[in-house]
């Protein structure tokens, strides 16, 4: 089984538009967005959920105020500034548990806690593995881990030969537990200097983490010349460009209609550039 | 509106983010910041930063930025595994007379020093990125670069809202990063107004309500600038109006301001009639928090 995952450094560069022309191209994959904080698939794939499963994140502390002195000496303690007035506040708190070695009343405990909920769901182009992570819920590294594995237990299953994953934006956590141990990593940029920019940063992440990269020029056409540095660069590294994609206004039209560009205009030159790029990483797979 | 504590003098704390990337952040951050008179911008997209790409400070000034880690002293420890044990991170692994740590996934809580019986565990410092500081075109930049392969975002971010502290007199303006996880809350935490940044299409109002939840939690007042406004439809407005959300400003889509962003330049270099409008957007949220 292969792992490929679209990622891009910058948010914007047309991740999702591609992930989900990718899904419609493809056969016998399973699709894994892990965009656990914006996810934006969905919208394209039109999921119906078959399996919902919560997903616990960090404990939380939680103050007994009965028991609890009030000698600060927690509130010392605590390296993520999560207690003021003797009180928790559960957007900062981290769930390392320092307050409850330090709590010389044994007033602090742990709590589980809910931190999002992660789904496989049943779309036309197959089983699509997602999640959503509670608004400002900590350690999405850890949700984007369980939407991996969900994908890889469904894909065995299946007999599914494929994984496409839909990356979060950035190089942090949750962008290194999406691509750490994947077999391919697909950048989409753009002919910005914002694109170029991060599309380096996310190569040398690659390369940290011993995937290898293929970049994917969207919007190729807005400037030229941008482009043309983008191939300078990659040529230079020995890394393949697989694709130039043109910029069209009929992508956010197909957005709007809530459908794949691949299946809203089969024929328009975006699809058939995309299909041509689909074709390619299969061949490199 | 209440005046937050941080409202000292006359200067405001205003964060820009998105939820959904890409959505123009930085654009509004830096062409706002490049209106303004006295003006410290912080880019807290320390894992894709961009506004010295527009900008081009001289950077005066790098510090790098450093986390706590433990230390074993071996001869003091007896392999008892209590670190192991506390450490909710899966840091530390304590197997048969062999010590193992994963730097990485250290949140550096200092936990596993208070838990140790031996007092075998000291700390010291790694280091995981930098933060720089420069000017150009009357604008204070601070930002940050988390290294390539560190996951923690944060320590970063509170490291250049440290650094851009100092600046008391002036206004700040915070580019944030995408998402809503905690690197977004790191760096809007403490604003006096957030400005989300959208786009007229599905996505951005998708990404939009979600970015809505999560100030609403923290009790940061906020509005919204529709940026590429008449791409896509009309539901972010009708999202808008429906939850009272002021629409602050709307960015026409324009191909000469897609142009000016992909070579680096601010827009309001070119088109100098927006730098009013963003003055007077700035001048019109200070108000409205003074009241």
Known sequence: MKEIVILSGKGGTGKTTIAASFAVLSRNSVIADCDVDAPDLHILLHPSPIQTQEFKGPELAEIDAEKCVECGLCQEACRFEAITDFRIDPILCEGCGTCTVICPEAAVTMKERVSGEAFISKTKYGLLSHALLSPGGANSGKLVTLVRQNAKEVAEKGNCDLILIDGPPGIGCPVIASVTGADMGVIVTEPTISGIHDMKRVLQLLAHFDVQPLVCINKHDLNLQNTTKIEGFCYKKGIDIIGRVSFDPIVTKAMVFETPIVEYSPKSGVSREISEMWKEILNKV | ?291
């Open chain 2, 1 to 291: 509106m209440k005046r937050s504590k941080n409202f000292e003098g006359h200067t405001m704390i205003l964060s820009i983010a998105s939820g959904k990337g890409g959505t123009g952040k930085t654009t509004v951050a830096v062409n706002m910041a490049m209106s303004l008179e006295n003006v410290q911008l912080l880019d807290c997209d320390v894992e894709e930063p961009n506004a010295h790409l527009l900008l081009h400070p001289k950077v005066t000034e790098t510090r790098p930025v450093y986390v706590n880690i433990p230390v074993i002293d071996e001869k003091k420890c007896d392999y008892c595994g209590e670190c192991a044990k506390f450490c909710k991170f899966n840091a530390l692994f304590i197997t048969n007379k062999k010590i193992m740590f994963f730097p990485e996934l250290c949140s550096s809580c200092g936990g596993c020093v208070i838990v140790c019986p031996k007092n075998a565990i000291n700390e010291k410092k790694r280091k995981i990125g930098t933060t720089k500081k420069g000017s150009a075109k009357g604008v204070t930049l601070v930002y940050g670069e988390l290294n390539v392969g560190e996951p923690m975002a944060p320590p970063i971010i509170k490291a250049v809202k440290k650094q851009g502290q100092p600046l008391k007199k002036a206004d700040t303006i915070i580019d944030a990063p995408p998402g809503t996880s905690c690197p977004v809350i790191e760096s809007v935490h403490g604003s006096d107004y957030t400005i989300l940044v959208t786009e007229p299409t599905p996505f951005g109002l998708y990404d939009l309500k979600i970015a809505v939840e999560v100030l609403s939690k923290l009790k940061i007042p906020f509005g919204v600038i529709v940026n590429r406004a008449g791409i896509g439809d009309k539901k972010v407005h009708a999202f808008c109006r429906e939850k009272a959300i002021p629409i602050l400003l709307e960015i026409p889509y324009e191909r000469k301001i897609a142009e000016l962003y992909s070579v680096g330049k601010p827009f309001v270099l070119e088109m100098p009639e927006w730098k009013k409008k963003f003055h007077d957007l700035f001048d019109k949220i200070k108000e409205s928090l003074q009241a």
